[in-house]
């Protein structure tokens, strides 16, 4: 046996007990959960299911509801991914600069990161509260710029909106972390040389701060989407499992709510497939766009 | 990996089923207290039983419901499972779940009043330690002498009771606080429009002139600024035991922390609703230890034992003292001490005009499509009719879908 070939198999040897971890906890469930996609499993077939198509996957887009919520959690996911580049962006720009006590600024601009999730997002709920929140109270404050207090979970868009604000408070950090470890690996040489030639702030940002970032920031933006897209904590808890009426919903509260309040696992199971062919072909977007820049 | 994989799997205990009895409970802290005395006891009564591992995991009421769901399906998890009767229909149709009368002789559950047992297609599905989980009027006493008997009263009260103190247009001090979010809260009133959720085939009968009664009701004390334009359960907790209102409207399992809050308190039944000349209906509930499908049968005589222990007459009436809950179990209800309780009167006044809560698992769309329009209401998006007919088209979809 050659040495090329020996060092091949002996490769294979450490590879094997990941393989099969992967296989196990990813490959498994995943064709397990597309399997359960087409079976009536529910409540009433919990022992019993049998195979039944593609009529979730049809009943799915025939639900009045699926496309308003599947709009809504591309726009949760937009706004959220812009508030967290651009705020993650700029105060990383700004804590990369000589100010005296950086690193106290650093430290409490990465708190929310840091505060576990769920607690979070029940405070901000409690702070939204149209009589006691803090959110009201320093509207009622600001009374003479015409802002009153808002029933923040009373209507469909101020408690998306509600979570949006919360998920910006808690995603920024994420960015900015990144952008700052980025930052600090751009050679100085750069700016220099640029700055010789003539070129202004804007400039060597669009030209030198922003192409050098993109290696960093690109996975970045792709871990951003899937996570936003598929934020549960955040919403469900905001807006206590949907409010106003369960018109908050993003599609993964929804996939949520349809398992394990309604029983209906096939059902979810095939939104759960929907949801992953989204983020593949979003993933496919973004690696041809990144792709695309490298060429040049 | 070759370093991790032993760390990780000696770090995890080996967990023998066939000698260990489980409990999987969301019980609130003092009936986890008593379980925790109860248990202690049934270790010394039951020497017999010394090599077994007898625990309790504590989960909250939707986890307890979704872990028990999976662990099932694995044909593993506890021994018992305990919480309220209606997560008991949905265990029970998957299959989940032992019929009592398997485990302990009749003569173990003859020992209940038979109107508090989980029974679906005739088996016994648990045994209940208490009954009622009812909401009930409960008075401050430094705001008002006399709890009101009907709703014309009680709304002159409501009214003297809300001030603005401070003239900033809020009111600081309201006549009345309670759940403007979970359609649990809308129940009485339904009930005192003469309304149910549901006929005897488990139909959803929301579409009708007493849900839209009920919800003209409640949107009418928010309208009128009785109650706080936005409550949840922890704001009308808060405000209540800050003394800051005339009543709530709350359970069993509140009352004792308002006592200890300070407060003098008086509890009564929802009052007559004075147009109809009803009573408000709560719901009510057993709180039951059910038993799982696939205990080990090297465990069941032990379980069987807990099973009758947690739930005999001793416990029972230990239970009603200390938690203010009412018996299931005939006999203890009999007891001197319980039948001259004046919280355990009060309780009994308002269960006595409660109905018991559906345990089918078509109650679970029952409760999603009465929020949307109960929310949609008391926000002031819906009409009373049009969220009472909302309701009803949900309930119907929703139930439809369940069985698909």
Redesign the interface.
Known sequence: MSLQRRETKLAFWFLL??AVVLLGVVAYPFFFNVYISLT?W???H??DPHLIGL??YL?LFAESDFWMIFGKTFLWTAVNLVFHFTLGLGAALLLNRKLPGRSIYRALLILPWAVPQYISALTWRGMF????GAVNLILAKLGWLGLGPL?W???EWSAFSAAVITNIWLGFPFIMVIALGGLQSIPQELYEAARIDGAGPVRRFFSITLPMLKPVLMPALILGTIWTFNNLNVIWLVT?QG?????SHILVTYVYKAA?????Y??AAAFSVFIFLVLLLIVQGYNKAAKAGEAY | MALVLPLVLGSCGRIDRSRSVVVWEQMDPKEQEQFDLHLAAFRLAHPEFAEFDIHRVHYRTEDLRTQYQTAALAYGGPNLVYGPADQIGPFSIMGLLLPVEELLPRTEIDRFDPVTLPILDGHVYGLPDQVGNHLTLVANLALVDEVAADTDTWLEQLRETTLDTDGDGRADQYGLVFNLLEPFWLIPWLGGYGGWVMNDQAQPTLDTPAMVGALDFLSGLKQEGLVPRECDYPLADTIFKEGRAAYIVNGPWSWEAYREAGLEIALAPLPMVTSTGLWPSPMTAAKCYSVNRYLDPETRECTAALLAWLTSTEVQVELAMTLSVLPADREARLRPEIQSDPTLDASRAQIEKGRLMPIVPEMRAMWDAMRPGYQGVMNGDLTSSEAARRMQTKAVGDIERMRE
């Open positions: 007990p990941v009536n529910n409540m009433f919990f022992r009529r979730h009943r509260n149209s009589e006691y029933s979970f009373g209507g206590d409010l106003p009426a369960d018109k394990f309040f309604y029983y209906r096939g059902y």
